[in-house]
């Protein structure tokens, strides 16, 4: 798991939903460092199916060696938002993280979604996180640390992520439009980005929506937790991201997943939730090599004539989300999203992508053909087409 580094003691981190669950589990982390925690929730005695109030979690955030305040928050509720603020900056000076991690859950059709279900997860989840926000921006803005995170998916619009729980999936894709508007009304000031699991996490609630066994399919809270101090960690430079757990745990050094499993073995991706299913790789077929090629021609040379980043959105035997970052540092490739949101997104099967980068298949004639099909900056397209050509010759 990830170590603690000290980096976020004194800070002040105000959590929503976090008298159980991820929530918490988030709180914890951070505490270890000596942090303050404002415990913004509802749960102020226990419920029969769901442990914990914001006293049990206050007891255990002092135990590991933070500061807390527990308050009392329904995030539909934006005096009691506005309170809850208004005693943290009293108590603590001021406000450096805030984690939107409430949320309502139905995952259940149109016809069998009740009116009353669609107000909740509209007014917790998209409401719940805009006017949460609202109230913590004027002291975040003060703040060196200056970090928003959303426990929300990366924004992906084919149908499929809709049709079984549509009201479900516009509410949540509300706190990522957040992250989307926010990140870039706010850049330099704030860092606003979403975190989702690559995984089902095992919670409470997550027991009560799966039933008995659904832990073998889960991995723990300390996941999302150990990714989202990650992510606390970075610049404020650092921010419009939709972030993977597992992806930025990686980045980490982070090798073993293992030990975040509930049972031994496997965990399969989320179906329900999860907005970016991904094909594993295999590591060693021609796209793997390929991509071996390419990072072993990068130089500051290419990355300073260049500047931008590539998506690959590849179909077929050893597809999946691939990217080639030429914008930062020496440049870099790899499996998944990039860490900063692409320039250009180029679609096309695997077989046609290793033709391309071998000089097979003229990139012009791929797009023409409706072999290859491209979104965003096409200036940029035309200059990845001339770094082809000149890595033609070890490809």
Known sequence: MLPNTGKLAGCTVFITGASRGIGKAIALKAAKDGANIVIA???TQTHPKLPGTIYTAAEEIEAAGGRALPCVVDVRDEQQI???VEKAVEKFGGIDILVNNASAISLTNTLETPTK????MMSVNTRGTYLTSKACIPYLRKSKIAHILNLSPPLNLNPMWFKQHCAYTI???GMSMCVLGMAEEFRGEIAVNALWPKTAIHTAAMDMLGGSGIESQCRKVEIIADAAYSIFRKP???TGNFIIDENILKEEGIKNFDIYAVKPGPVPEIKEEKLRPQPKPQRSGPV?????IVKDSLSDDV??????????ELSGEDGGTWFLDLKNKSGNVGYGEPSDRADVVMSMSTDDFVKMFSGKLKPTMAFMSGKLKIKGNMALAIKLEKLMNQMN???
């Open 236 to 238: 404020k430079s650092f």
């Open 171 to 173: 509410a949540k894709y």
């Open 82 to 84: 506005n309170s809850a």
């Open 41 to 43: 929730a509802k749960t």
């Open 303 to 312: 990355v300073k004539a260049t500047q931008a980043i590539y998506q690959f």
């Open 393 to 395: 010759s070890r490809l």
């Open 288 to 292: 793997e090599e390929t991509f071996r």
């Open 117 to 120: 279900r669609v107000d909740l």
